[in-house]
């Protein structure tokens, strides 16, 4: 043993020194020279993960179960490459949103609720408090273990003794102390302490150090290497369940699984992995290293647990010494008293940096997210009435910190004695892993509500505090044992080990499986059906597009106001103080370039830029209360809730036109595909056209060039020979004429640019003429042609020429298709009562139903065998149907095979005139 | 003995030209006016040249050019294509399907002369 006052002595100077570090980090800090900007100090201080429970419950843990210590490191080791995904990501937006707890990170998320905030400030101080109890334990027990070890036995623990002999009392006052230094030296927006961090990293360096001395020591010292320390535990009786995983050696893989799956995101989410790792991060760029710097870390001080734990085992057969503190007994019973010393001073730094860190990350919520927001709640008018609020905010935060150290201490002389290290440290896992939903889901997933959030956390905390914190309470005689046997109120689904009927886990997994259960359920329900806020939708926006966002972009404004600069400056003063204040309005000074000489009104952007400032300093919901009371105009007017909502409505609306156009928009493109075949028919009609008109063409010019050759080249042709060649010639031209006459007619009628000159037109005069000029025609085809046409024919409005050309075309048709030898050709006038019909009918072959449907088309001929090709271009039907239909007639033909055709037409009557007629 | 040949033209006009012209020359004539009478005096007649319109009553040009290139005894038979369809297509066409000339309308009398009796000289 070694002498009371001289390891209280050594004790003090080991803090000493860590004060020593903090100031002078802290100062280098003052001077812009930090100390700890660089990857393997960020790494180090993630290694507050290793706490007594590490450095001397890790042991303990390997003697009972062999490898079942391993899962609480494996688990941070497997999830650590993923910080570049998860971890980068919360420390960008909690420096735009200047973030400083786990509580206020969660309450911004979720619209700056000041409720869910303080839940989650409570759930972390009643799930941690236990923990920062053990590590008091675990520095009051290594303490006496030191002081009064002999022979192989410990004395009891001096747990009877009044708190004001027991040094761990003492170690907790001053830790209390060096939180309040070094955790609340000044209010600062960015809650970043440099000081902390130096001395944090520094006592990993020593219980790294310490606990690879004593390693060393065992092994290579007290035994003759690892291979001799493992052949001499073959003796022992159940050597073989070190290194098997089973029920019978006490842990199994499922066991494994979840214990992994917990100190994953207990390595996250504790509140002081979470303040270490995000809230004095200095430098994004330092996870790149810490994502293997810190397994690696884990990796080494884990090295030595087992052959320790074996040759503890070897040592002290008979459970007479405690497992968890075979690091000291081990140096100690063989007489090294400097060496346990040391390993003791390891342990110290392993619990004093827990205690730090944890008490510091506790303080800033319970001050942010549970203080604040009642004081400014209750006494709001009292408080706006103090001008410097900053010593009421560090006496909030260094009372906090005096609180929770001292109701850890009670805890740890009350309840902490019942319990080995390890399992109140995997009770707080388990509380801190309660906030994973809540916040993986509020980075990765916008659906994430207020209301989902609540229901999960209270959720997931009530089961485990039921499944936890309960049945080891009433193993302590604190609850009656009842609820275990026979569950709350008698009801057998509410025993806490055996949760819904949910047997064979251990309390751990099964409490982790149903909490988690609850919590993520209920949280992705409530979310899906619940509303978000409008602050909710650009706060759950801005945390899940945060890593492709720049600095600018970072504030959201939702809410107009305006305010003066010297308002916003007391403000902030009361708040942060007047030099802090000052620092930062340069700043914004500077980088914004403005002159507050000239611009007294600020702009919106500024406002929100102290309520970052006051964010940092009381947390995101009370920072709004707070700047809402300054700034002129109702945050959230109706008025403006309105532009907002509208804006909103505006966005649905504009996205709903966007998707009608988008279908708008395909209908188009079938539509212009459609054209665009058509357009491609047409194309292949039209040189269709064109190379039947060619055709039609060069059919008469070549008799008309033929014959004018054969002229030319033979002069002494007999003359009746040269006047029919002559005649050729001619007749051949006028066809020609005709066809160019024709297609430029139905050019015409088809471009709809055929203009009629409008006389009244005497029909049954225009039939007659039209027989006349047919009369030749009929005469050369032994045609008899008729009229049938009544007294009285009223006058039609209609174009002379063009109505005489559409007789002609069907006078002449008639006759060249009527019967051979015998032909007939009536042309008939009806008088109707709106318009007058026109019936011209041979007795020719006639023409059957399918080609009735093609002869109104251009260059559709019939032809018969027996008669050859028809005369004529094969134009005329569809000119006289075009100039029948610029008429506003119809033309149409009523025809069977050897019954001859009729075609017949209608021309509207005047009824105007007919009108005038009647009135006169 | 004078070589014979067939004029197929459903055009009146254009079947007295070449008659003219074919008579001047010293050639044995025949006419037919629709694709399939030509089928059938190609077989009787058995001319030494076709003057082949294409478009034609019942059978076009083309289908008769055909049969006569696919038919073994009527091998020796010299077509000329004389038609009004002057597209490239249309005259690729014709040679494609085995016709010696083609000729476009309106044609040269004497260019056409010439050809026949080139044709049928050799």
Redesign the interface.
Known sequence: MLPNWLVFIISLLYLGILFAIAYYADWRADNDKSIINNPYIYALSLAVYCTAWTFYGSVGRAASTGWGFLPVYIGPTIIAPLWLLVIRKIIRISKQQHITSIADFISSRYGKSTFLGGLVAIIAVVGIIPYISLQLKAISSSYSILTTFMNNSVATANSSNSFFEDTAFYISILLATFAILFGTRHLDASERHEGLVAAIAFESIIKLVAFLFVGLFVTYFLYGGLGDIFSQARRLPDFERFFTINQASGVNWDEWVWITLLSLLAVMFLPRQFHMAVVENTNEKHIEKAIWLFPLYLFLINLFVLPIAVAGLLHFPGNTVDADTFVLALPLTEGHRWIALFVFIGGLSAATSMVIVATISLSIMVSNNIVMPILLRVKSMHISRINDLTWILLMIRRGSIIVLVLWAYFYFRVIAEYYTLVSIGLISFTAAAQFAPAIIGGIFWRGGTRNGALAGLIAGSLVWAFTLPTPFAAEAGLLPDSILTEGLFGISLLRPYQFLGLEGMDPISSSLFWSLLFNIGLYVIVSFSSRASVLEHSQAAMFVKAPWHSANDGRYQLWRGTSSIEVLESLLTRFIGEQSTKKAFFQYAQDHKTDWEKHNEVDQDFISYTEQLLTGAIGAASARVVIASVVKEEPFSVEEMMNILNETQQAISQKKVLEKKSQELEKATADLMKANTRLRELDRLKDDFVATVTHELRTPLTSVRAFAEILHDNPDLRSDQKHNFLNIIIKESERLTRLINQVLDLQKVESKTMELELTDVQMDKVVTEAFEACSQLAEERKVICKTDLPLHVPRVPADRDRLMQVMLNLISNGIKFSKVGAGKVVVKIKVKKEHLQIDVTDNGIGINKKDQQVIFEKFRQINDPDLGKPAGSGLGLTITQKIIEFHQGTLWVKSAPEKGSTFSFTLPINRQEDKTVASN | MSKKILIVD??P??V???E??ME?KGFALKVA??G?EAMQIIHEFMPDLVLLDV?L??KNGFEICQYVRSTPELAAMKIILLT????KQDIEKGLAIGADAYI???????NLVETVQNMLEK
Not at chain 2, 84 to 87: D, E, N, P, V
């Open positions: 459903d055009e006009s254009i007295i030209s070449l003219f012209l001047q006016r629709t399939e478009m009553p019942n009004a369809k002057g597209r476009t309308k309106p044609f040269s009398t004497k």
